[in-house]
């Protein structure tokens, strides 16, 4: 009886909000005046708050010397710089984040070697997730086909079979918007511009030794990224380039897990008519979704 009664206001809420998507994110169509009105790149737009983060407000701060410059030489003069406001991490990034974005590289790089890829609409290969998930890591089977990432038997330890860390890499591909701009020359292809780089993600755990000579740091190397005790600690040991991978994956993640929703959406569109919960389960599984997590998503109409 519950599950029935669940099932039902589920149904309602998500009829209920795609009225008022409806309603709200469909524009009407231009007036036949003749007169200038303007056409909106997307429909309406609003700034949600991200999870673990604070806004810093626009301003401007002078950036230069600040005292009296006795010899008027003026080789600094002070100035005014204004910025844009932004998002920012109201703490550092744990460990436990970090790990996040370092199991995202690995399983995908585990999936394409075990054939877990699926061929998209738009005739490239994908992550299938359903199956990359199911991986085994510690399975003597599955160290078999992920042989091209595993140290190599000179390099193991007791003999023991250990994902390369050097060989777990971020494939990063970014625009050089100021070799572009400089750039005169319209012919010149925009893949010049591209820039495409495999950055190593695990932290270099050793930097507890390097930068502590004489302190005893060893457990701290061997345990401080693994343990669950320091799971909430902030990482270290991460250059600038695997920051800005970090960055970048974050990005990439959002995107796709905005871009499942909408697609979700259009699906309870499609089947609004005949929507059950037994429809919202398939909508669910087929997105790899949970069903709260749907209905939640709907009913809060982040995105129409």
């Known amino acids: 009886m519950k599950n029935r009664l669940f099932y039902l206001v589920a149904v309602i809420a998500i009829a209920t909000a795609n009225t008022g998507c409806k309603s709200g994110g469909k ?4 007036p036949k005046d003749g007169q200038l009105h303007g056409v909106a790149p997307a429909g309406r737009w609003s700034l949600p708050k991200p999870p673990g983060m604070i806004y810093v407000n626009p301003g401007t701060f002078h950036m230069g010397p600040s005292d009296e410059d006795v010899t008027y030489a003026l080789t600094a003069r002070n100035k005014a710089v204004s910025i844009q406001g932004f998002w920012m991490d109201a703490t550092e990034i744990t460990n436990n984040e970090y790990r996040q974005f370092t199991n995202w590289v690995r399983d995908s790089i585990g999936a394409k070697l075990m054939g877990y890829v699926k061929q998209g609409q738009d005739g490239n290969e994908y992550i299938d997730w359903t199956k990359a998930k199911t991986i085994k890591w510690g399975d003597k089977a599955t160290l078999e086909k992920i042989d091209a990432v595993i140290v190599t038997p000179d390099n193991r330890i ?6 390369d860390a050097n060989k777990i890499v971020y494939q990063s591909e970014t625009f050089d918007y100021k070799a572009a701009a400089v750039n005169r020359d319209a012919s010149v292809p925009r893949s010049k511009f591209i820039i495409k780089k ?3 993600v695990y932290p270099d755990s050793l930097c507890w030794v390097r ?18 005790a320091f799971g909430n600690y902030p990482v270290v040991g991460v250059n600038w380039k695997q920051a800005n991978a970090f960055c970048e994956w974050r990005t990439h993640y959002l995107n796709s897990y905005l871009e499942s929703k909408k697609e979700v959406l259009k699906l309870i569109s499609v089947y609004q008519p005949k929507l059950s919960g037994s429809m919202l389960q398939e909508v669910a599984v087929h997105k790899h979704l949970f069903l709260g997590e749907v209905i939640t998503y709907v009913t809060k109409k982040v995105v129409c």
Request: zero cysteines; hydrophobic letters at 25%; a positive charge.
């Open 158 to 163: 007791f003999g023991k079979k250990e994902l």
């Open 211 to 228: 930068d502590f000579a004489y302190s005893y740091n060893e457990p701290m190397a061997k345990k401080y990224y693994n343990h669950p």
């Open 198 to 200: 495999s950055i190593p």
């Open 27 to 30: 524009s009407s169509s231009l």
